[in-house]
């Protein structure tokens, strides 16, 4: 089991920068797939970014390709969101996630059920 916990969130001038982390319990975080999602007010929780077991692969939601970027650190049990040229449509609570399945096909990365694990989230809010 693993318990997450997110930081970083706060306000930010559109076009601006952030950086989310999501540090990790446990002594096997290398053996999760890490997720980011984010929910706005009145809409589903959707995918935004995912990073494989080892950090070799990454996965994004079309809308935050070439402005965020997902990795992580197993050996400081983080997985880092930074974020750059933000905008208004950005503005959500952002979950870490993670999933203990050893394998994933190619629609799993994108899939929320597939994650287990939900940290409590934290408020990005970009201002116009």
């Known amino acids: 089991q693993v318990q997450l916990a997110e930081s970083g969130g706060g306000l930010v001038q559109a076009g601006g920068s952030l950086r989310l982390s999501c540090a990790a319990s446990g002594r096997t975080f290398s053996r999760y797939a890490m997720g980011w999602f984010r929910q706005a007010p009145g809409k589903e929780r959707e995918f935004v970014a995912a990073i494989s077991w080892s950090g070799d692969s990454t996965y994004y939601i079309d809308s935050v390709k070439g402005r965020f970027t997902i990795s992580r650190d197993n050996a400081k049990n983080t997985v880092w969101l930074q974020m750059s040229s933000v905008k208004p449509e950005d503005t959500a609570v952002y979950y870490c996630?993670?999933?203990?399945?050893?394998?994933?096909?190619?629609?799993?990365?994108?899939?929320?059920?597939?994650?287990?694990?939900w940290g409590q989230g934290t408020q990005v809010t970009v201002s116009s």
């Open positions: 996630a993670a999933s203990e399945s050893q394998r994933a096909k190619d629609t799993s990365w994108y899939d929320r059920t597939w994650y287990v694990y």
